[in-house]
């Protein structure tokens, strides 16, 4: 079984920048698709940013043009650069990788927290 662990997390204002960390505890990152994903209060995870395994990206119409998901295969890490960020970006961020029957092959983390002023 694979963990991950995310980092990077804080408090930022609207404008600013943050870089999300995802280490897992075995090399999983390098021959899989990644994802990042988010829960602000009171709503559903929601996936924000997928890696493929081809290395093409993929972002949801809210993050595109700001967000970049990239990984370090040698660190086994994905990041997800922030930039321009607004407070409804505001949530748990976790990072994940999905299997293909719909799943996730590493149970969620803690994730880590971003909190947006405004």
């Known amino acids: 079984q694979v963990n991950v662990v995310e980092s990077g997390g804080g408090l930022v204002q609207a404008g600013g920048s943050l870089r999300l960390s995802c280490t897992a505890s075995?090399?999983?990152?390098?021959?899989?698709?990644i994802g990042w994903y988010r829960q602000a209060p009171g709503k559903q995870r929601e996936w924000v940013a997928l890696l493929s395994l081809e290395g093409y990206t993929h972002d949801i119409a809210p993050v595109k043009g700001r967000f970049t998901i990239s990984k370090d295969n040698a660190k086994n890490t994905v990041y997800l650069q922030m930039d321009s960020l607004k407070p409804e970006a505001t949530a748990v961020y976790y990072c994940?990788?999905?299997?293909?029957?719909?799943?996730?092959?590493?149970?969620w983390g803690q994730g880590t927290q971003v909190t947006v002023s405004s």
């Open positions: 075995a090399s999983r990152f390098s021959d899989n698709a």
């Open positions: 994940n990788v999905p299997s293909v029957d719909g799943g996730y092959l590493a149970p």
